[in-house]
């Protein structure tokens, strides 16, 4: 392993520990980190209270709704502004400048017949974002992509989620995760990306329907090739 690559893991691993929740936090390209108190984002300047920071090109801006905002990046007062797009600061998960693409595809995820694998190929630390629509039937109830607080089920697909929730999972052998109506964050693994419904397989009980599952995902800030702004409200 390089040095350079080395020095890069080591900056991301003390992101997660000592920045964490402690202010804005701003990693660029190569590794280098700063933190502080942002003052605002304008010109291609990120400015923090004693330093300023030149990024070059367009930003793309993740929100914790799962939409993307991509342009010019400005931030001041409260306000998010991306290309044509607006939104509340407090919105806002990461800011990325460099090669950012994302891509997003549908499926229909089918309840009872276990992991469906979508062959879409996730990396760590990649942004994803997944939602999901309709109702299902299950022993328990008809239930929506939220699931049923009041029931779970150790003979299920995921005995940490409750009944009838929309789960996912990156990689076949991938630690699975709830995701709910909605869920936006950074992938911990890498895989191809797969979704499915708790509910008990087989003969451990019948269940009909299926939840439509729109995901988007891309590059996030962990990876290397790109510069990313941390703010402290957000939870990444």
């Known amino acids: 392993m390089n040095r350079t ?11 997660g520990g000592c920045f964490k929740g402690t202010g804005d936090v701003l990693v660029l390209a190569d590794g280098t980190l ?3 108190v942002l003052q ?3 010109d291609g300047q990120i400015i923090f209270k004693d330093k300023s920071i030149t990024v070059e090109g367009s930003g793309r801006v993740w929100l914790m709704d799962g939409s993307t905002l991509e342009g010019t990046v400005s931030l001041s007062e409260g306000r998010v502004t991306a290309g044509t797009g607006d939104a509340s600061a407090d919105s806002v998960l990461v800011i990325l400048w460099g090669d950012t693409p994302v891509t997003g595809s549908s499926w229909d995820v089918q309840a009872g017949e276990g992991w469906l694998d979508t062959e879409m190929e996730i990396s760590s630390g990649d942004m994803i974002s997944l939602s999901g629509t309709g109702t299902i039937l299950t022993e328990t109830g008809l239930s929506e992509p939220e699931g049923q607080k ?5 003979t299920s697909l995921f005995s940490g989620a409750t009944s009838g929730q929309l789960v996912f999972k990156v990689g076949e052998n991938g630690t ?3 995701a709910g109506a909605l869920w936006t964050g950074e992938a911990a693994e890498s895989g191809s ?3 499915g419904i708790n509910v008990p397989l087989g003969e451990n009980g019948r269940s009909e329907g299926c939840y439509t599952v729109h995901v988007t995902s891309g590059p996030g800030g962990r990876n290397s090739e790109t510069t990313a702004f941390y ?5 990444l």
Do not use: D
């Open 193 to 195: 990306l797969m979704l």
């Open 34 to 36: 700063f933190e502080g």
């Open 150 to 154: 009041e029931f779970s089920s150790s």
């Open 40 to 42: 605002e984002i304008s």
């Open 5 to 15: 690559l080395i020095l890069f893991l080591l900056c991301i691993l003390f992101i």
């Open 231 to 235: 703010p402290a409200s957000s939870p």
């Open 176 to 178: 699975p995760v709830a």
